[in-house]
C-alpha cells in the first residue's frame, strides 16, 4: 500500500527527496484469488489477465470451462485452498447469512503474511475487528476497502489509524457513465415488469 502514502509525500511541503528504498509489490506474475466469480468478479479477471497474473477463484458454482481457459482462472473448491495461495485476496461476494463475515480472523491466518486483502463487495463481508488485529500484527501485509461498515466509519475507528490500508468512501461505480448504466438497467427492470416479460437482472432468480 504505497499509492496514498506516496501521494501526500509527493505534495508535502517538507520533502526535499524521495527515498530510493521505498518499494511496492510487484503485480504482474503474482497469484489474485478472487472469491466471487459472478459477473463483475469475471470482469476483474479479464483486467488481472492483462497482468499475466495467475488466477484463482472460488464461487459457488463453478464457471464453464471455456470462461475459466479465457481469462487463465483456475477453480478453488475450498476457499482455504484460495487464502493459502494468494498474493493479492479480492471479494466480489453479495452480502447474506452466508458471507456475513466471510473473512474473519481463522482465514486471515491462513493467508500469507505478504498478502493483501481488497474488499469490493461489502463491508460487513469482513470481520472488521480481526481486519484490525490481523494488519496490527502483521499477519498479512495490507488492505484496501472499497467498503466498510458502516460508511463512513466513525472518525476514531482503528481502521484510520493504520498506515497499511487504503480505504476509499465506496466509489467503485462513480463515474457518469457507470451511474446513467445503472439508471438505464433499473428502468429496463421496470419496464420488463410492467409488460409481463422476463426482468432482464432479476437479483433472485426464480
Known amino acids: 500500500?504505497?499509492?496514498?502514502?506516496?501521494?501526500?509525500?509527493?505534495?508535502?511541503?517538507d520533502t526535499k527527496s524521495f527515498a530510493v528504498d521505498w518499494l511496492g509489490v510487484e503485480v504482474?506474475?503474482?497469484?489474485?484469488?478472487?472469491?466471487?466469480m459472478g459477473n463483475i468478479g469475471y470482469k476483474v479477471a479479464q483486467r488481472?489477465?492483462?497482468?499475466?497474473?495467475?488466477?484463482?477463484?472460488?464461487?459457488?458454482?463453478?464457471?464453464r470451462k471455456e470462461e475459466?481457459?479465457?481469462?487463465?482462472?483456475h477453480y478453488c473448491e475450498k476457499v482455504e485452498d484460495l487464502l493459502q495461495q494468494s498474493d493479492f485476496v479480492m471479494l466480489v461476494v453479495n452480502l447474506t447469512s452466508k458471507t456475513h463475515k466471510?473473512?474473519?480472523?481463522?482465514?486471515?491466518?491462513?493467508?500469507?503474511?505478504?498478502?493483501?486483502?481488497i474488499n469490493i463487495s461489502r463491508g460487513a463481508v469482513i470481520d472488521q475487528?480481526?481486519?484490525?488485529?490481523?494488519l496490527q500484527n502483521k499477519v498479512i501485509r495490507a488492505a484496501a476497502l472499497d467498503v466498510t461498515y458502516p460508511e463512513p466509519l466513525p472518525r476514531d475507528h482503528p481502521l484510520l489509524k493504520l498506515n497499511n490500508i487504503i480505504i476509499t468512501p465506496h466509489i467503485g461505480t462513480a463515474t457518469g457513465q457507470a451511474i446513467r448504466m445503472m439508471a438505464e438497467e433499473a428502468i429496463a427492470n421496470m419496464l420488463a415488469v410492467l409488460?409481463?416479460?422476463?426482468?432482464?437482472?432479476?437479483v433472485v432468480p426464480k
Open 102 to 117: 466471510l473473512i474473519g480472523k481463522k482465514e486471515l491466518r491462513l493467508m500469507k503474511p505478504t498478502a493483501t486483502l
Open 68 to 73: 475459466e481457459e479465457a481469462v487463465g482462472a
Open 1 to 13: 500500500v504505497c499509492f496514498h502514502p506516496g501521494c501526500q509525500i509527493a505534495v508535502s511541503p
Open 48 to 63: 488481472a489477465r492483462a497482468f499475466d497474473m495467475r488466477i484463482l477463484y472460488h464461487n459457488r458454482n463453478r464457471r
Open 129 to 134: 475487528d480481526a481486519l484490525v488485529e490481523a
Open 28 to 36: 504482474t506474475r503474482a497469484t489474485l484469488g478472487i472469491i466471487g
Open 195 to 202: 409488460k409481463g416479460q422476463p426482468i432482464p437482472s432479476e
